[in-house]
């Protein structure tokens, strides 16, 4: 089989929830086009043999997570990072906020288990990748993109565009509602309905699949390619700027649910996120073109 | 002392089994949880309107449950019942995730070990074996879409559902939706159940191989359905987890909110997840569990399932290995149930109730694949200040290496390690089917 290395790939999972590969095993196509080598959730073997692509999910979280991915990427001639957790640390990287390490810490150290490392980190903080494919997870149409099998895939610029709520301008809330409200106006756009959705400023994709049912866009594909090199202020401002326009919801009202953790999760895919040059922990800015 | 160490496949997460051994005789078996992400200290001060958001994230296999179960703590918190709508939507929902995860157990983690390959996906020597696995791949994932689907249909996503809101769900199903949706489980449900027949005899012959279904001593069951037939609906209000001794009694029956009168949980020092006990003893979830407790699966499929594999194995039935074939009994129980539903006007009602959101706190039950599944929020000033996580995988863990002691004992003796025993080690975790992810949040 290694003579056809460029339809075999691998599946290297890190500290994560196997999310990324129940959307792989969602998107079934590949079972005709693809070799699938490695893939512990589903294939017994030790290690990963070379391959043409390697997707990586999950962050770096433990030492053997870093052992692991290291050793993985000499096999691979393209390494993807696949998901929020590997591309920015995700929802682990809550637990990188100060107060939450010291108990988190103090509790993890009386294993004899994998060592915990300080942070939870983004895969590039340790090894080069080729590519990335944002989502929490992304979906079986963009797993099927990044392995070249759905060779049509136009994503739109944003959430909006792919949404297909209509934006009213006479329809202005003047308080933010809940998540939990459970009740959703159809085809209307829920900034109108006062929900905190911030799909205008999020990476297209996904087909707003969050969004046409009813629930606020989180941003879990990131910012889109306008706001991807800029500090996460400028996407703030842009969100805000959306809701001045259709909302007489007060600025600080929107920014303090702006810092809300579940959008947070998220955020972390930001330049002003990454750790300074020269720290274990840097990574370099995501360049547009490598994003899918 | 000699250790003999084994990392584990076709399970979710990372974890391995560690076997002591000391002249011949098995010191102990450990089952080690090798990751931690640290939820239960990070979703500290967290609106609590955002948890059913943030917690299906614990876990891409078991999202739903926890979705659900973040949902239904909150309501307990604030004192609001949702419609009969919502709830009917939720039972979907949650049916959509046991197809979707006995599918995956059944065909894509335990069918590789009854045929003898590392994976479904992988072809074997030999063209012929090649293209039959390649069918049996297809075919599988064909069962498993429809539970994909389902969970997409009524939760909103794909993988870490949205709809399920404090007091409801956002949206009905529309009647096209449906029946489109319908037509897709009539298909998958003969697909389904052929697999499962392939499995069955796969299973037998297994058995034949190796002499045993995995002979460990019986153990207390425990579960959140109903003893009538194995709901998945949930209602508020009569949720209980019931236990059934190993003689076969019922032994006991709490409600989530007491449930460390009844349970045990301990730590250790070699693994991130925990493990409890009942009365000092090893206790099972997951389909063992629901399948033993259970008079009837109320579906007609299911049900002939269920007297054929009570004949063959008695009532309760304790052997290892039938668990695997208990979850592909609820697979087609899944399917069948969610036809019946499916059938039903799931959009001419409210399907949700206003609520005025409270400081308190709340308990969220469900029966997730793996067996009874708490949350328990503390609230104040309208943010969590306190999560539990009662994992079914952290129930199951004593179990686990209660079997895994009796596998290491049949292959290990003085003179020799039968290697027989690697096999063993994963068929006794798989059959338990563990969430590492779950196990450790």
């Known amino acids: 089989m290694d003579n056809r290395p460029s339809e075999r790939f691998a599946v290297l999972q ?29 294939i017994s073997a030790y290690d990963v043999p070379p391959v043409n692509t390697l997707l990586v999910s999950g962050g770096v979280r433990t030492d053997e997570d870093l052992h692991k991915l290291r050793l993985a990427v000499r096999r691979a001639r393209r390494v993807v990072a696949v998901g929020t957790c590997a591309i920015s640390g995700g929802v682990a990287s809550l637990g990188n906020r100060d107060e939450v390490r010291e108990i988190f810490l103090a509790e993890a150290e009386r294993r004899h288990v994998p060592r915990l490392l300080p942070r939870c980190r983004p895969i590039d903080t340790a090894v080069e990748v080729d590519c990335y494919l944002p989502g929490c997870p992304p979906t079986p149409e963009l797993f099927m993109a990044v392995l070249g099998i759905a060779t049509g895939f136009q994503p739109g610029r944003n959430v909006c565009r792919e949404c297909g709520r209509k934006k009213l301008r006479d329809m202005k809330p003047s308080h933010l509602v809940g998540f939990q409200r459970g009740e959703v106006l159809p085809d209307i756009c829920l900034i109108n309905q006062g929900y905190l959705c911030v799909g205008s400023s999020v990476r297209g994709g996904c087909r707003a699949l969050c969004t046409r049912p009813g629930h606020p866009c989180v941003g879990c594909r990131g910012p889109s390619d306008v706001f991807i090199d800029k500090e996460s202020e400028a996407w703030l401002d842009s969100i805000k700027r959306v809701f001045g326009s259709l909302t007489d919801i007060p600025e600080e009202e929107l920014d303090a649910a702006l810092r809300s953790p579940q959008l947070a999760m998220f955020l972390f895919q930001f330049t002003d996120y990454a750790q300074e040059h020269g720290t274990a922990e840097y990574r370099p800015p995501r360049p547009k073109e490598k994003l899918l | ?212 279904w995995g002979d460990d001593a019986p153990a207390y069951y425990i579960t959140a359905t109903a003893d009538t037939c194995p709901n998945y609906d949930g209602h508020p209000g009569d949720d209980v987890i019931r236990v059934l001794s190993p003689d076969g009694e019922d032994c006991d029956r709490f409600a989530a909110r007491d449930f460390r009168d009844v349970l045990t949980f301990e730590e250790t020092d070699y693994s991130y997840a925990g493990r409890t006990s009942y009365r000092d003893e090893a206790i099972r979830a997951n389909s063992l569990a629901r399948i033993n407790m259970t008079r009837s699966m109320g579906t007609p499929r299911a049900e002939a399932y269920l007297n054929r594999f009570r004949d063959a194995f008695g009532h309760p039935a304790h052997a290892i290995l039938l668990f695997d074939l208990g979850r592909g009994i609820e697979l087609v129980y899944a399917l069948e149930r969610a036809l019946e539903i499916l059938e039903q006007p799931l959009d001419d009602e409210e399907t949700a109730v206003p609520h005025v959101p409270q400081d308190g706190e709340g308990y969220g039950l469900v029966e997730a694949p793996r067996g009874p599944l708490i949350h328990h929020y503390r609230i104040e000033d309208d943010a969590i200040i306190d999560a539990e996580f009662i994992i079914p995988t952290v129930h199951n863990t004593k179990a686990i290496e209660r079997a895994l002691r009796v596998a290491a004992r049949r292959y290990i003796s003085a003179d020799r390690i039968d290697m027989e025993l690697e096999h063993a080690v994963g068929r006794v975790v798989r059959a338990f089917d563990p969430c590492i992810a779950c196990a450790t949040q």
Not at chain 2, 166 to 178: E, I, K, L, N, R
Request: net charge negative; with cysteine.
């Open chain 2, 1 to 212: 002392m000699p250790t003999l160490t084994f990392p584990l496949s076709r399970i979710e997460g990372h974890a391995q089994v560690v076997i002591e051994v000391h002249g011949g005789e098995v010191v102990s078996a450990h089952f080690e949880a090798m990751e931690i992400r640290g939820f239960r200290y990070f979703v500290q001060g967290v609106p609590a309107e955002q948890m059913p958001v943030i917690v299906p994230r614990v876990c891409g296999v078991c999202s739903t449950a926890h979705h659900v179960a973040s949902v239904e703590a909150l309501e307990d918190a604030y004192g609001v019942t949702p419609p009969p709508l919502a709830n009917t939507i939720r039972e979907l929902l949650m049916l959509g995730q046991i197809i979707q995860n006995q599918a995956t157990s059944v065909f894509l983690f335990t069918m590789p070990d009854r045929l003898g390959t590392p994976s479904l996906f992988q072809p074997k020597e030999g063209a012929a074996s090649e293209q039959d696995r390649a069918v049996l791949a297809t075919r599988a994932l064909k069962v498993r879409k429809a539970g994909t689907d389902l969970i997409s249909l009524t939760g909103g996503q794909f993988i870490h559902p949205v709809k399920a809101t404090v007091g409801g769900v956002t949206s009905g199903v529309p009647s096209g939706a449906a029946a489109d949706m319908r037509q897709q489980i009539v298909d998958a449900l003969p697909v389904a159940c052929e697999l499962f027949d392939m499995y069955w005899e796969m299973s037998m012959a297994l058995r034949d191989r190796i002499g045993t």
């Open chain 1, 14 to 42: 890190l500290s994560g929830c196997a999310g990324c590969e129940v959307a792989l095993l969602n998107a079934g196509e590949w079972v005709d086009e693809r070799e699938l080598a490695y893939m512990p959730l589903v």
